[in-house]
């Protein structure tokens, strides 16, 4: 998919993949690791991220946590380098009330009790704890 809105965005201007890659190439090695290029390394290693999926995540989960705006209501923060994000999840089969269930959310594991009256299929919003960036 990001490779298609690449090539579309490239064609509508004019530019075939090749020659951008091979520009690409040319300021990498022209300004990468360069004092006062930091945005231009931080556009390769967005550019380069997907070609391995876990870097892609790890970056698209970091860009979550940095622009993370905390609801007007939220509780206190547990601490100063805590983040606590409100997640809609559906309670899967086989899980019930007062047992526990295994979440994945930014790439970290969290489990979370479920209420009563609650049963498979009931989507529920809970309160998870991340990391700050």
């Known amino acids: 998919m990001y490779e298609d809105q690449l090539t579309k965005t490239l064609s509508s201007s004019g530019v075939e ?4 890659m091979t520009y690409l190439e040319q300021c990498s090695q ?8 930091e945005h231009f390394d931080a ?15 790890q970056v698209m989960f970091a860009v979550v946590r940095e622009n ?3 609801e007007d209501s939220a509780a206190l923060l547990p601490a ?7 997640v809609d999840v559906v309670i899967p089969e086989g899980v019930g009330p007062g047992m526990a269930m295994n979440i994945e959310y930014l790439g970290l594991a969290h ?8 049963f498979a299929g009931t989507a529920i ?3 998870l704890q991340v990391p700050g960036p």
């Open 125 to 127: 919003r809970v309160t």
């Open 80 to 86: 100063p380098d805590v983040q606590l994000h409100e």
């Open 111 to 118: 489990q979370v009790v479920v209420p009563e009256g609650c």
């Open 68 to 70: 993370w705006v905390p």
């Open 30 to 37: 022209a300004y990468g690791g360069q004092p006062g290029y």
């Open 17 to 20: 993949v090749t020659d951008f």
């Open 43 to 57: 556009l390769m290693v967005s550019l380069t991220a997907s070609e391995d999926y876990e870097r892609f995540l």
